[in-house]
T-cell receptor, first 113, second 115 residues
Framework: QKEVEQNSGPLSVPEGAIASLNCTYSDRGSQSFFWYRQYSGKSPELIMFIYSNGDKEDGRFTAQLNKASQYVSLLIRDSQPSDSATYLCAVNPRAGNNRKLIWGLGTSLAVNP | GAGVSQTPSNKVTEKGKYVELRCDPI?????LYWYRQSLGQGPEFLIYFQGTGAADDSGLPNDRFFAVRPEGSVSTLKIQRTERGDSAVYLC?????????????FGAGSRLTVL
């Protein structure tokens, strides 16, 4: 079992819909969770981070964390074509440092106009 | 600088050659990370610096890879006797400290192609 798993996709949604991206992780002691967006040929850029169980909202983005079930998700409301990218889930397995973030392979999202 | 700067953006070299990749982190960021990313993969951790010292180099694949950060700012990743399998995008990131609460900011990457 990979340490951080994501469906590779592609996930295709129509413009204006909600895109739901999921990530599961194997280390129950993991402390912090990050969603990065990566456009083709570009470097990852942070979308959101979450540390506590529950939801965290930032504009059109909502991160959801459930430590008991070991999953973290990202919801994108009112999806736009500019949201089309690969979304990488990264997990920090230990408190106090993020040098060894464990990354998923990413989910490719396509938002169709 | 305003962002993380990496040079060169592209490097094509022949098998067996020596390569240096440079990273200039965000001013004031004490933590610096090197990752590499192959097509269709997530970033793979290589090495982490806190200040001038390599706090964790456990991700370096073998002794052909070495990195330095002599003055606690600019870092150079050095690859000796390059192999075709070293071809990847090498990403540098920095954060304010090495604390898990700090967000990584990535540079644009250096794409290395070993022929």
């Amino acid at each position: 079992q990979k340490e951080v798993e994501q469906n590779s996709g592609p996930l295709s949604v129509p413009e204006g819909a909600i895109a739901s991206l999921n990530c599961t992780y194997s280390d129950r002691g993991s402390q912090s969770f990050f969603w990065y967006r990566q456009y083709s040929g570009k470097s990852p850029e942070l979308i959101m981070f979450i540390y506590s169980n529950g939801d965290k909202e930032d504009g059109r983005f909502t991160a959801q964390l459930n430590k008991a079930s070991q999953y973290v998700s990202l919801l994108i409301r009112d999806s736009q074509p500019s949201d089309s990218a690969t979304y990488l889930c990264a997990v920090n397995p230990r408190a106090g440092n993020n040098r060894k973030l464990i990354w998923g392979l990413g989910t490719s999202l396509a938002v169709n106009p | 600088g305003a962002g993380v700067s990496q040079t060169p953006s592209n490097k094509v070299t022949e098998k067996g050659k020596y390569v240096e990749l440079r990273c200039d982190p965000i001013s004031g960021h004490t933590a610096l990370y090197w990752y590499r990313q192959s097509l269709g993969q997530g970033p793979e951790f290589l090495i982490y610096f806190q200040g001038t010292g390599a706090a964790d180099d456990s991700g370096l694949p073998n002794d052909r890879f070495f990195a330095v950060r002599p003055e606690g700012s600019v870092s150079t990743l050095k690859i000796q006797r390059t192999e075709r399998g070293d071809s990847a995008v090498y990403l540098c990131a920095s954060s304010l400290t090495g604390n898990g609460a700090n967000v990584l900011t990535f540079g644009a990457g250096s794409r290395l192609t070993v022929l």
